[in-house]
């Protein structure tokens, strides 16, 4: 079945699919994105995905191309033409295309949008979650709106190629002070030795991730102790257990820093419990 992808109000063959050369997403990477998880063919916690969507088109002042409704539409039939039923979602705004110039074009210019459903087996994921991950740390090289989720993914793309070299799949960045902010494309997660989950709190210099929220959800709801600020590599070192968040990894356990093993080095337990729960939960959500 050949691929679909969504492209300023077409569905067009993937082959096909094409946006301007002088769009300001290819020349500023001055564009928003969302990844959504997608689930038996349903959206997992499309609410939270569109809000950000929102929040970051807001923030760049890039007007809303179409409501949220119709954006979730168009994200839900992309999915439907491509038969996705486990995988991925990628919406993608630009501020549109014109002739390079630095200041935005009128409003007038249409946004540019783009949608792409990726199917993707959950069985290498489970494979990977049952041995737990590695991760590298490196310096957050970012700007300071890390909060708005922009297609400015170049420190990212840098930073999870260092990791790769060194046999990671994930970077942990660290911010001038030693702290880490997040993963490169991941929320990042420890658990004290005496039982705290650990995150750092909301602020510009992080992504406001949605499993990240999602799962704040179920620790209160499960009664799990868990605080939200910064903390040192020194202090991961110690933890517990270790794990980072995203859609495309939901709950994934972390089992070595820089080469240094968390815990006993295999996943940790409550990680697995909080993996599993955030499966159940995306297993009904927008079923
Ligand atoms: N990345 N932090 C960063 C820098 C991210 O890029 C992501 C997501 C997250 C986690 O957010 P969420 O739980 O909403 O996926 C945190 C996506 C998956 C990506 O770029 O592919």
Redesign the pocket.
Known sequence: MSRIVYVNGRYVPYAKAAVHVEDRGFQFADAI?????VRAGNLV?EE??MA?LARSLGELKIPAPMSAAALAHVMRETIRRNRVKDG?V?LQVTRGEGPREFVFPGEDVPRTIVCIARAVSPAPHDATAAQGIAVKTMPDL?WRR?DI?TVM?LP?CLAKEAARGDGAREAW?IDNEGFVT??????AWIVSAEGTVITRQIAPA?????????LIDLLREEKVPYVERPFRIAEALQAREAF??????TVMPVVRIDGSPIGDGKPGPLTLELRSKFDHFAAISGA
């Open positions: 994105y969302e990844v959504c998880q916690d939270r995905h950000r991925l990628y970012r890390s989720k993914l990212a960045l997040e993963g490169a494309s991941s929320n992080i992504l406001a991730g949605v499993t990240r929220a999602t980072i968040t995203s859609a495309t990894n």
